[in-house]
T-cell receptor, first 111, second 113 residues
Framework: DAGITQSPRHKVTETGTPVTLRCHQT?????MYWYRQDPGHGLRLIHY???????DKGEVSDGYSVSRSKTEDFLLTLESATSSQTSVYFC??????????FGQGTRLTVV | GESVGLHLPTLSVQEGDNSIINCAYS??????FIWYKQESGKGPQFIID?????DKRQGQRVTVLLNKTVKHLSLQIAATQPGDSAVYFC????????????FGKGTKLSVIP
């Protein structure tokens, strides 16, 4: 999986609690992305990063924040989880901004 | 829209036959396209890409065709194998300077042994 590790792989959390998902890469790629995948909606971009401390919003960024303090790590935080954020979350990396390589995903359930 | 798992367009193909998976896009400024394969429980896997200044690109057993006139993209898989069974997504980038990929709804390919 192109040197991408997502953690945790599975998580169940309660509504209203904060949650942080981690994406770690060993490829030294400049671009990192967070997507969510839901039946009926496909893969949708949440946030992305084009360098350390450089991030921008994607299509479905409300309720999410990100941070990238090191090239290798991109964190996705749900400040106060809601049931609508139950999803499978994928991290992706890209060297040039062209082809992106995906991690194995994190299945998050908010109860 | 439709995506992995529910109500996806499905293509059933006999093992050994060729498969053609289609994708339409709406943004005429899109300059780059990718096809991904996703197996159950896994992340999308890069298959092949093509830039808008090309109309065809070939890889190992796969060919991507791009028709900018009608904003259509297709993925051809030669001699389809059971291991090709998966959901296939096309994705496009909205133009130079954009780092965002927009994904299509996906097509489920089932290979009949």
């Amino acid at each position: 999986d192109a040197g991408i590790t997502q953690s945790p792989r599975h998580k169940v959390t309660e509504t209203g609690t904060p949650v942080t998902l981690r994406c770690h890469q060993t490829e030294n790629h400049r671009y990192m992305y967070w997507y969510r995948q839901d039946p009926g909606h496909g893969l949708r971009l949440i946030h992305y990063s084009y360098g350390v401390k450089d991030t921008d919003k994607g299509e479905v960024s409300d309720g999410y924040s990100v941070s990238r303090s090191k090239t290798e790590d991109f964190l996705l935080t749900l400040e106060s989880a809601t049931s609508s954020q139950t999803s499978v979350y994928f991290c992706a990396i890209s060297e040039s901004g062209d082809e992106a390589f995906f991690g194995q995903g994190t299945r998050l359930t908010v109860v | 829209g439709e995506s992995v798992g529910l109500h996806l367009p499905t293509l059933s193909v006999q093992e050994g036959d060729n498969s053609i998976i289609n994708c339409a896009y709406s943004n005429s400024a899109s300059d780059y396209f990718i096809w991904y394969k996703q197996e159950s429980g896994k992340g999308p896997q890069f298959i092949i890409d093509i830039r808008s200044n090309m109309d065809k690109r070939q890889g190992q057993r796969v060919t991507v065709l791009l028709n900018k006139t009608v904003k259509h993209l297709s993925l051809q898989i030669a001699a389809t194998q059971p291991g090709d069974s998966a959901v296939y997504f096309c994705a496009g980038r909205s133009g130079a300077g954009s780092y965002q990929l927009t994904f299509g709804k996906g097509t489920k390919l089932s290979v009949i042994p």
